[in-house]
């Protein structure tokens, strides 16, 4: 048994190219071994390997193993390969106030894109789910103040409007309910 941040896997095999994938180096890999003979297997065979990708992590059969497997990965690349179809693209222009390196106020003016996202059944490597064709969908947004994107679940039944906005607005909640999307709106237009 090979662990890799503290999660179990079965086979050296499998450890290593996840390692491969996390671009480490051969020397700070046989550093993680005690063992004799799995240095000298480490030594052997690590710079032959390809790394993981993407397609074998989403198949692997635990959530932990699936979560540290993809680790390693940028979001863009997960997304791209595993070919999510955007369903749809919505842009809101916004204003802001920001302050300058004097603590000077000045506004800003600049548009926030969100992106609605399906991965379909094949790619996950499963068939249905409780009689339904199963996908998982997500939302992209940049952090305005960090410029980070990030990728968001949600839910069948809120993608199904096949909005983008939609989708963001129900990843805020007030009271425990999720915004609609006009409720975000107007919660955008008023902080800007």
């Not at 179809?85 to 809101?92: H, P, S």
């Not at 094949?122 to 939302?139: C, H, M, N, S, T």
């Not at 809120?158 to 609609?180: Q, S, Y």
């Amino acid at each position: 048994m090979f662990f890799v941040d503290g999660v179990r896997f079965n086979d050296l095999q499998t450890t290593l190219r996840i390692y491969r994938q996390q671009a480490k180096s051969k020397e700070e890999v046989l550093s993680y071994f005690s063992e004799a003979d799995n240095k000298q297997e480490v030594a052997r065979v690590y710079d032959s390997l390809m790394p993981f990708t993407v397609q074998e992590a989403i198949l692997l059969p635990n959530s932990e193993q699936r979560m540290v497997s993809l680790r390693g990965f940028e979001i863009e690349d997960i997304v791209a390969k595993l070919d999510a179809e955007k369903i749809d693209t919505q842009t809101i222009t916004k204003k802001q106030i920001r302050w300058d390196k004097q603590l000077k106020p000045q506004e800003v003016v600049f548009e926030d894109t969100y992106e609605l996202f399906k991965i379909g059944a094949k790619i996950l490597g499963v068939d249905r789910w409780w009689g339904q064709e199963p996908a998982i969908y997500f939302v992209k947004c940049q952090c305005p103040s960090t410029d980070r994107n990030y990728f968001i679940y949600v839910p069948a039944k809120v993608a199904k409007e096949n909005d983008a906005i939609t989708a963001i607005a129900w990843t805020m909640r007030f009271n425990g309910v999720p915004l609609n999307k006009e409720q975000y709106l107007n919660l955008m237009y008023t902080e800007s």
